[in-house]
């Protein structure tokens, strides 16, 4: 269903919500996706919004504009946005060694090998981690689901995985020195635990306080929310033959657990997370409500990691994520919110566009020179599903097309 706020010159706004439509329902159809939600919009303007298929097709629930989402990494650009309004306010500085707020993260250790009978082999790390590190994913810590090397290291030392949710699965050791390498990483749930060490507040009382309530995100939260009875999306994996079938995930739960993920952790809607992300071509400001300031949304656009390249992310656990690289062989950046396109993309969106997904393969990306943003939600496993994929890539062609 297309809706426009305000005529945009040069676009059919009704003839863009009937290709989209006819894109969703295709998709359906075909069985590469089960259903979910997709808007689209520029900084004064929403050209679309449409929920397709089903909420849950066992029992027939239709999607619904309103359905709650898993939003798992989408969580980190809502998390990075926090931890630079305290930078704005001189809580916390870019670039001094986090060991200061975290004394935990002050003398890192570095898994360099295994030993014969299996031990890790460690070293103390030459490089500190800074806040900058652990937003832009060069830290040296990686992420289990993507780096092999942290399961053995679970497994032989009987740290617990991610899904536990407790404390004590975020004790890795880092997989590369400080600042030589981008490697995906729970970097941002170390930055949510930064936020609660410096404010004395939980990390979802912190984002409630100063990003939710202000915007009036009130069905957003760690964990699954008493609100969100009757919406939640429910969880589907693709099998080796392409169907899908429904699955109760690992990262489903009623409770966020010992801490609040401040990488994976928030279920909410599309319209509250489309609202979220209209900051960044508002310059900070959502209405009247300023969230940023002009310096710091222009600062966590711009690449973050030099000459460094975003690598492809080779899986762990294939029943939790595909191998996922967006645009393969495109060189990219990494911002202190997301994956930044150096050159403009095959799909239409612009170089210096920001991006990025979320597990169940729920994808948004932004362009600042077209002041376009767009959202992307559906839940299937595992991440970087090839057809939820081209769906996307579809979605974004045909915005595209229709503004020139």
Not at 216 to 231: E, K, Y
Not at 260 to 288: D, H, I, K, M, W
Request: proline share 6%; aromatic share 8%.
């Amino acid at each position: 269903m297309a809706i426009s706020h305000s005529p945009i010159e040069g676009i059919s706004i009704d003839q863009l919500g009937h290709s989209l439509d006819q894109l969703f329902r295709a998709a359906i159809a075909n069985g590469d996706l089960v259903g979910g939600v997709a808007m689209a919009g520029t900084a004064d303007s929403l050209l679309y919004q449409g929920a397709f298929g089903w909420r849950d097709r066992e029992t027939g629930r239709e999607s619904a504009i309103d359905d709650v989402f898993m939003l798992a990494s989408l969580t980190k650009t809502v998390t990075a946005v926090a931890a630079m309004q305290l930078v704005e306010r001189g809580i916390l500085d870019l670039d001094e060694p986090i060991g200061r707020v975290l004394p935990h993260l002050a003398k890192p250790q570095v898994l360099e090998a295994f030993a014969e009978d299996g031990a890790p082999i460690l070293r103390s790390a030459r490089q500190q981690i800074t806040l900058r590190r652990l937003l832009s994913h060069t830290s040296g810590l990686g992420h289990e689901i993507w780096d092999a090397p942290l399961l053995r290291y679970q497994a032989m030392t009987g740290t617990p995985g991610l899904a536990s949710r407790t404390n004590a699965s975020l004790n890795m050791p880092l997989l590369s020195e400080p600042g030589e390498q981008w490697r995906y990483s729970i970097g941002l749930e170390w930055t949510g635990k930064v936020i609660e060490a410096v404010t004395g507040m939980t990390l979802g009382s912190y984002l409630h306080d100063n990003i939710f309530q202000p915007l009036g995100m009130h069905d957003t939260g760690f964990g699954i929310l008493p609100q969100h009875a009757g919406r939640l999306s429910s969880v589907y994996q693709r099998e080796q033959d392409g169907t899908l079938r429904p699955t109760e995930s690992t990262s489903r739960s009623s409770r966020p657990g010992e801490y609040e993920a401040g990488g994976g952790g928030l279920y909410g809607t599309a319209p509250e997370f489309f609202r979220f992300l209209s900051l960044f071509l508002n310059e900070g400001r959502v209405g009247s409500i300023e969230i940023l300031s002009p310096a710091t949304v222009k600062l966590m656009g711009e690449n973050q990691i030099s000459e460094l390249l975003v690598n492809p992310m080779r899986t762990a656990q294939p029943t939790l994520s595909n191998d996922f690289e967006l645009y393969p062989g495109m060189p990219k950046g990494w911002g202190l919110s997301g994956m930044i396109t150096h050159k403009p993309g095959p799909n239409g969106r612009s170089a210096g566009s920001v991006a990025w997904g979320g597990l169940a393969n729920c994808y948004f990306w932004l362009d600042p020179s077209r002041e376009l943003a767009a959202l992307f939600l559906t839940q299937i496993l595992p991440f970087g599903d090839a057809r939820s994929l081209n769906v996307l890539g579809g979605f974004e062609r045909e915005l595209y097309r229709a503004l020139g």
